[in-house]
């Protein structure tokens, strides 16, 4: 059948091209692609146009052509995925690598969340234009609710891709770009769940952090203004990708760098300098046997971490020297240290420190060991609130850790209690052709729903 059924909303079905949209005069408050064999979904108000290959204009609501048809009526949950698809698309096409300014990004949820009616607070963040929102629907302070957080940063987009990065493409069943999985997807998601939010009895919060993939340093900022920042509901969700898996435990990493100073001169002559070389090699072996020493130990936590039950030590970065025939006067190593949930990270370099300070008894010259960043661990408790309601959710009983960071850690300095859950593969993050399953998607947002509803009552 061919035709328009406003009743039903229906679907037109057009043989169009996007270009054609100029060419008529129904504001378009958004689009977005589905279907496997249609290239998007045009969203007029309260009509869809399903436009297909290329071709003559549409006449929205007048007409169709030859070999198109009504398709059955949207359910509410494909049209939600359409949003959150138009929303992620928008978004991946701004630059939100980490250190460029994130504003532009959230300037675009901001809007989004004001017009439908909720409380935003744009915070200042690392630097510049490189702040942090806090949104919150339904009635602000009171107890219970949830908050949902992410961060609005993605890492570069490097080589590799098989198509633009920036550019959200649909492929067998996933959607591709960078961020699609950590985590703009995510974010998309937890705009649009807010901005639908309707009627709720306890708050729903949104913190969107900058700079995450740098070591979670917009969410280090939010800490630093804690008095400023409005009530949120303690319960957290950070919708890092876990493939909709709970996770309550992830380890910390403090960035710190080793330095020592030596005293430059000819390398033909070694005795007129002091190669700083030789003094790093003892601090190196120092932290090659600390590094022994941690891989030994074990915490109560340490079950949930399967494959690396243990505190890393790694040395990631050298620097030293200038040219073949000048002895380096200066040489440094950067080293991360990734702590179990449960550990103390300072009282762990304390223990380094010491025995650094043993290695480098004998060394003429000055060393040194600075902090670069130290990113919180995540200890959840087994039994928190979140823990359990999401557990429930999914139906998980097993304790799971992981060993890459999040906000998470800083969160819990707010006094939050988080878990990691969110849709799409870790592995398949920070790398070309980053992808986030369509169906991850649903049910992530079918999930979520649930728990915003049992939380906050209300229609979400
Ligand atoms: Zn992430």
Redesign the pocket.
């Given at each position: 059948m061919n035709g328009y059924s406003p009743e039903i909303g229906g679907i037109f079905v057009f043989r169009g091209s996007l270009a054609a949209r100029e060419e008529h005069s129904l504001p378009i408050w958004g689009y977005a692609g589905l279907g496997r064999h249609h290239d998007v979904i045009e969203v007029f108000r309260g009509n869809w146009a399903l436009l297909c290959g290329d071709g003559i204009a549409p006449h929205v609501g007048r007409a169709c052509y030859p070999g198109t048809g009504i398709l059955p009526c949207m359910t509410a949950s494909s049209l939600s995925l359409a949003a959150d698809k138009t929303l992620l698309r928008q978004l991946m096409a701004i630059d939100t690598t980490s250190g460029q300014p994130s504003d532009p990004a959230l300037k675009v949820i901001a809007e989004k969340l004001q017009a439908a009616g909720c409380e935003v607070h744009r915070l200042e963040g690392a630097a510049d234009g490189r702040g942090n929102l806090i949104a919150i629907a339904g009635p602000v302070g009171l107890e219970g609710g949830l908050t949902l957080s992410g961060?609005i940063d993605t890492v570069p987009a490097g080589e590799g891709w098989s198509s633009d990065p920036r550019t959200l493409i649909e492929r067998d069943g996933r959607w591709y770009g960078r961020g699609s999985c950590?985590?703009t997807g995510f974010v998309a998601m937890a705009t649009n769940l807010l901005a639908e939010a309707a009627s709720l009895q306890r708050p729903l919060a949104l913190v969107l952090t900058a700079d995450?993939?740098l070591g979670s340093i917009g969410a280090g900022a939010l800490v630093d203004q804690a008095a400023k920042l409005p009530p949120l509901p303690k319960s957290c969700i950070v919708g890092?990708?876990t493939s909709l898996r709970i996770v309550r435990l992830h380890k910390g990493h403090l960035k710190f760098t080793i330095t020592v100073s030596g005293a430059t001169g000819h390398t033909g002559t070694p005795v007129s300098g002091v190669n700083a070389i030789d003094g790093l090699r003892h601090a190196l072996n120092s932290i090659e046997a600390e590094r022994s020493r941690l891989e030994e130990l074990r915490t109560k936590e340490s079950a949930a971490f399967f494959r690396v039950p243990f505190p890393v030590l790694a040395p990631v970065r050298l620097s030293a020297g200038c040219a073949w025939n000048v002895i380096p006067s200066e040489a440094s190593v950067d080293i991360g240290l990734r702590v179990l949930p449960d550990q103390c990270a300072s009282d762990v370099l304390d223990d380094i420190r010491t025995a650094l300070a043993a290695a480098m008894q004998g060394w003429p010259l000055a060393w040194s060991l600075e902090i670069y960043n130290d990113n919180p661990p995540m200890c959840t408790q087994r039994g928190a609130e979140i823990d359990v309601a999401c557990r429930a959710l999914v139906g998980q009983d097993q304790d799971i850790g992981v060993s890459y960071c999040?906000d998470g850690g800083h969160l819990t300095k707010l006094g939050l209690e988080c878990v990691l859950f969110g849709p799409g593969d870790i592995a398949v993050?920070h790398r070309p052709d980053e992808f986030v399953p369509i169906e991850d998607m649903v049910q992530a947002r079918g999930y979520l729903k649930r728990i915003i509803s049992a939380r906050c009552g209300g229609n979400s």
């Open positions: 961060h950590d985590m995450e993939e890092e990708p999040s993050a």
